[in-house]
């Protein structure tokens, strides 16, 4: 007896059994709402990032000051705006859909300083050299200056990927079923929450090694000179 309540270790693992693959379709839903946030955080921050490095301030500007309220305004905020204004305006998006770019754009905020500093990193004797060989900005960008940014910057864009997986639990709010959620349902319908919510830390927790694995396996693996382009 613990605190008033029995442990049946034999019980809870037969219920830890028979509930594990309710538990692992939330969890699919909570990787894919993971990677497709990452991937809208990746693609807006590079867009955010390249704005801002922008000479003629009509554009930077703007695109700086969107980074800011992105970043100064909470996610909860963001994603009851997408999920319950937009709707008023003639767009609607499924709630799965809705999260993952609520996830997304609030992260492009971060990602998108992450590229102005591996951006920031590169001589810029390497642009000079490029624009004396007459060769455009966008050019010179996406094919001199990107390419070697990258290395520099996978370890933090591994964090923010960790950080977005262990953010989707707020979708719970616009009922997605992702993991954490499919467990307080469980322990809503069983009154035993300690098994599902245990089971959701332990799957977090290998979620969490893996990708950090993964980054650094990539990191290792990626030139520190740059990516080749041919």
């Known amino acids: 007896m613990l605190f008033g309540y029995a442990w049946d270790t034999s019980s809870n693992w037969a219920f830890a059994v028979s509930i594990l693959p309710i538990l692992l379709r939330g969890l699919i839903v909570t990787v894919q709402a993971t990677l497709l946030g990452f991937v809208v955080a990746a693609v807006l921050g590079l867009i955010l990032a390249a704005l801002k490095s922008v000479r003629f301030k009509i554009i930077s500007w703007p695109a700086k000051f969107l980074t800011e309220f992105i970043r100064d305004t909470p996610l909860l905020v963001q994603l009851f705006f997408l999920y319950y204004v937009l709707p008023d ?26 590229y102005r500093a591996g951006i920031e990193s590169i001589t810029r004797g390497q642009t000079e050299a490029a624009h004396a060989l007459d060769l455009s900005p966008m050019r010179t960008f996406s094919i001199i200056i990107l390419p070697q940014a990258i290395p520099r910057i996978v370890p933090a864009l591994g964090n923010y990927l960790v950080s977005i997986m262990k953010d989707v639990p707020i979708l719970s709010v616009v009922s997605v079923l992702e993991v954490l959620n499919v467990a307080k349902i469980i322990g809503d319908r069983t009154f035993n929450y300690m098994v599902p919510l245990s089971m959701v830390g332990a799957l977090y927790l290998i979620m969490t090694l893996v990708a950090s694995w993964g980054v650094r396996s990539l990191d290792k693996r990626l030139p520190k000179r740059g990516i080749p382009l041919q």
């Open 89 to 114: 305006y003639g767009l609607v998006l499924p709630a799965f859909l809705t999260g993952a770019l609520a996830l997304g754009v609030q992260y492009s905020a971060y990602t998108s300083e992450v």
